[in-house]
């Protein structure tokens, strides 16, 4: 059964840390790894990622994959109040059409 | 449309009702996945269409649980005899589908149930 796991399920940090978020994932032919941030009802698309070892960058937001080990992770620096968030990895089975199985996220929340 | 969107945004329903969600995905967007999130909790999945078909419905608990999509478009998920533990968030995503590089889901606001 296709299963993506997210730790840790929560994080309490304060304004100006840094954080990485992991995300490792069970799926038979993989196609990509999706990020999402969410906070309050529909997540918003962060990253996909398709290829190892290259970092996609957004900011202060990067994240990188690894298919060899099944994971990826996703980093936040220099962290803001802003970025309180429910973030969302999901990955996609292509030989189930490009279904997407989602994480139960990780809880990060920002002390000023 | 410009985004997915879904209606109605809220709804309060009694328990043992009849409720119908609609869920318009991205124009073009193949596929369109229908989740349910409990607070505190990931989108759990619930079906997933193709087209009309129905790709996926391995995440429907039950059948008071069933959705439509008869012309590959407008999606409706469709709950029987609502009961509390049906209270929920709904959340409809689209994407472009097969063979699509850029398959990201695009989500909707979502559909806050309340069943009472």
């Known amino acids: 059964e296709d299963k993506v796991v997210q730790s840790p399920l929560s994080l309490v940090v304060h304004e100006g840390d840094t954080v990485t978020l992991n995300c490792s994932y069970e799926?038979?032919?993989?196609?990509?790894l999706l990020w999402y941030k969410q906070e309050k009802k529909a997540p918003t698309f962060l990253f996909m990622l398709?290829?190892?070892?290259i970092e996609k960058k957004s900011g202060r937001l990067s994240s990188i994959l690894d298919k060899k080990e099944l994971f990826s992770i996703l980093n936040i620096t220099a962290t803001q109040t802003g970025d309180s968030a429910v973030y969302l990895c999901?990955?996609?089975?292509?030989?189930?059409?490009?279904?997407?199985?989602f994480g139960k996220g990780t809880r990060l929340h920002i002390l000023p | 449309g410009a985004g997915v969107s879904q209606t109605p945004s809220n709804k309060v329903t009694e328990k043992g009702k009849y409720v119908e969600l609609r869920c318009d995905p991205i124009?073009?967007?193949?596929?369109l996945y229908w989740y349910r999130q409990s607070l505190g909790q990931g989108p759990e999945f619930l079906i997933y269409?193709?087209?009309?078909?129905?790709?996926?419905d391995s995440g429907l608990p039950n059948d008071r649980f069933f959705a439509v999509r008869p012309e590959g478009s407008v999606s409706t998920l469709k709950i029987q005899r609502t009961e509390r533990g049906d209270s929920a968030v709904y959340l409809c995503?689209?994407?472009?589908?097969?063979?699509?590089?850029?398959?990201?889901?695009?989500f909707g606001q979502g559909t806050r149930l309340t069943v009472v």
């Open positions: 999901a990955a996609v089975n292509m030989n189930r059409d490009d279904k997407i199985i």
């Open positions: 995503a689209s994407s472009v589908g097969t063979g699509g590089i850029l398959n990201e889901a695009f």
């Open positions: 398709t290829s190892s070892g």
């Open positions: 269409f193709q087209g009309t078909g129905a790709a996926d």
């Open positions: 124009s073009g967007h193949t596929a």
């Open positions: 799926v038979t032919n993989f196609r990509s």
